[in-house]
């Protein structure tokens, strides 16, 4: 029976254990998924937004001192910059040969940290750092990696750079006058540009402003020029190639004119042409005899190449976000752990789940198959101990009404034989011959059927009443004329029995109370109690019937009231021990079943079916030795109660509709 039960268990998958497991692995492995990407992303747009910013930085402090290196042939005196800088940005900053012998740095201790085996940047003016430097072009040529502030002689004196700002103006001014607006800038050697506003080159080329001036090379500049052509000559000549003429922009050619010093600026930026130098493909020898003779002229006049480190101020460096084959390792067996714990837990807190589940169906089906069905253990008081208590509760009460059940049947049957085998009996022996069919025969035959037919009638009014379709036919009653009524119909066989039966009236002064009751069912509840006291009652006793309203006094509102009806005996009672059971259909205090004291055993039980019918109640008091009180409650009529009287239906004497509403 025990492999039944168990193979009678559903499958993993679809058990409430199995569906516990996977939920919750499927939440724990979401939750997991979803923290570690939320941690990537936030630990990555923090890093990412950081990094942005020190590189900010990083290219600031860089251009910085590229530029004065630029500027200075020695790295004299850059101490105070380094100091500046340092201290602006928060960071460290040292500076170094490029055999890593110090030249500044910003540690102010006497005992600095030892730098990093990596420089941050080499700072060298003649070969940019194209990722830090704002202030070249990033198309890679080589010429492009020379700063254009490395001036070197090409800077001009105050008296020349005096000359050419003021034919800048004029020719500013000139073409401010023909509406064409432009602006006078000035390069790193001191040289004026002109730069016009807008992308309209021949405008500039209709009007008779004169540029000449400032599309010549200076004393100074010629000078340097020259030299400069000397070098590259040299360096083709090696290569036995003929030499060039270079032009201010170190373009060369066969002696074009040079490039004008007017530029136009559009609102949108649009790149300039690249010079001959970046375009002309077929003469690479000539562009690198050029920049080779540029950086050897500007060689003299810049600061050597240096080491730059930057980094926090006690000398240490963050470490950035690596998710490298450790770190990966380490995140997958982190949420390794994390799945084989809730996994865990899941198993643990689903056992504990399940475990009386299956008490509870093993129980049930042991209940099915008609075995008697131990208790389940109560453990734990939540919705599963109270599962399990509401199921013992109901296994008890079903073993209780399934021995009522039998109980019932059995009575029932023994309740139905005994008129039957009489009936039966009686008609055998007229049978045979050995009765006749006289009056008397007869009336005992009648007898006997009357007894059976009330039975089954009394079953028929429980099941009725059981099933909720017992009707009523409710009417206004006079409590005193129900209880005379009764009081006569039973009057015969209280006096056949030696027992006074009386219906108290009223109290004086007292109306009569009212009911609104179906006229036939309370009489028939009120007659089985009589029929009950009186036969229980010894001769020589009594047995008083009374009514009254429990709700009579002049103050006390209609919603509430109620008319008890009392029924007493003095006869010998009912102990404590059977007082709660009489009420239960067939039951009886005298087990023997003798008609001569005992009936079917289903009067009280139809009294208090029709009692609740009518909204009422029913109890009973006794002591034994002493005889009995039984008592019905029932819902007085309200328009008995003090007030405006209530109207009554001609047709069968009920409330209107107006008044009930």
């Known amino acids: 029976m025990r492999r039944d039960r168990r193979r009678n268990r559903p499958p993993l998958r679809k058990s409430l254990f199995g569906r516990l497991l996977a939920v919750s692995a499927l939440v724990a492995a979401c939750s997991v998924a979803a923290t570690a990407w939320l941690a990537v992303q936030t630990t990555s747009g923090a890093i990412k937004q950081e990094q942005g910013q020190n590189l900010t930085a990083d290219a600031r402090i860089y251009n910085t001192l590229l530029g004065y290196a630029a500027g200075h042939p020695t790295w004299e005196g850059v101490d105070d910059t380094v100091r500046d800088l340092a201290r602006q940005s928060g960071r460290r900053i040292a500076l170094t040969t490029e055999q890593r012998r110090p030249l500044a740095d910003s540690a102010s201790r006497p005992a600095p940290p030892a730098l990093p085996p990596q420089a941050s940047a080499i700072v060298d003016p003649l070969s940019v750092d194209t990722a830090l430097s704002r202030t070249v072009d990033r198309s890679g040529d080589a010429a492009d990696r020379v700063d254009p502030r490395a001036v070197g002689p090409f800077r001009l004196p105050a008296a020349e750079r005096k000359a050419l700002q003021h034919a800048a103006d004029r020719s500013a001014a000139c073409l401010s006058r023909g509406g064409i607006a432009a602006d006078v800038v000035t390069g790193p050697s001191g040289r004026p540009r002109m730069e016009i506003v807008g992308n309209d080159p021949d405008r500039v080329q209709n009007t008779r402003c004169t540029t000449e001036e400032l599309d010549s090379p200076t004393a100074t500049e010629q000078k340097a020029l020259d030299a ?138 042991r209940m099915r198959d008609g075995e008697d069905s131990e208790p389940v253990l109560v453990t734990d008081d939540n919705e599963i101990g109270r599962l399990a208590a509401a199921f013992n509760d109901m296994a008890d009460h079903r073993a209780r009404l399934e021995a009522q059940r039998k109980d019932m049947v059995s009575d029932v049957a023994h309740e139905l034989r005994t008129p039957l085998s009489n009936i039966r009996g009686w008609l055998e022996a007229a049978q045979d011959g050995l009765a006749e069919p006289d009056p008397a025969f007869i009336a005992s035959l009648h007898t006997e059927a009357v007894q059976l037919q009330h039975i089954i009638d009394d079953l028929q009014d429980l099941a009725a009443a059981d099933a909720g379709a017992l009707r009523l036919h409710p009417e206004r009653l006079p409590v005193e004329d129900v209880l005379a009524q009764v009081a006569a119909a039973h009057q015969a066989g209280a006096e056949t029995s030696g027992v006074a039966l009386s219906a108290l009236p009223a109290a004086d002064g007292t109306p009569s109370p009212v009911l609104w009751a179906d006229p036939v069912r309370l009489r028939q509840a009120i007659g089985n109690l009589v029929s009950n006291a009186v036969r229980h009652t010894p001769p020589g006793g009594r047995v008083t019937v009374r009514a009254y309203d429990a709700g009579a006094s002049a103050d006390e509102a209609r919603a509430g009231r109620e008319v008890v009806i009392e029924v007493a005996d003095t006869g010998s009672g009912i102990s404590a021990e059977h007082l709660p059971h009489v009420f239960d259909r067939f039951w009886r205090a005298e087990k023997s079943r003798n008609r001569r004291t005992g009936g079917s055993g289903l009067g009280l039980a139809i009294v208090r079916k029709l009692v609740e019918a009518h909204g009422g109640s029913v109890s009973a008091a006794s002591v034994e030795g002493q005889g009995s009180v039984f008592t019905l409650r029932l819902p007085a009529d309200a328009a008995d109660a003090p007030g405006p009287a209530t109207a009554v239906d001609p047709a069968d004497g009920s409330p209107t509709a107006a008044d009930r509403a």
């Open 228 to 365: 400069l052509n000397q070098l590259a000559d040299a360096c083709l000549k090696r290569q036995d190639r003929p030499g060039v003429q270079l032009n201010l922009d170190l373009s060369w050619g066969d002696g074009s004119a040079p490039k004008p010093a007017v530029k136009t600026r559009a609102a949108t930026p649009i790149p300039a042409p690249p010079p001959n130098l970046r375009t002309d493909k077929d003469d690479r020898a000539t562009a690198s005899c050029v920049d080779t003779a540029r950086r050897e002229q500007l060689s003299s006049y810049v600061a050597s190449p240096a080491l730059l480190f930057i980094g926090d101020e006690d000398g240490t460096t963050v470490p950035g976000f690596d998710l490298s084959p450790a770190n990966t390792a380490k995140i997958a067996g982190a949420a390794a752990l994390v799945l084989a714990l809730t996994v865990g837990a899941t198993m643990l807190a689903g056992s504990r789940l399940a475990r009386p589940l299956h008490a509870l169906t093993g129980a049930a089906q």
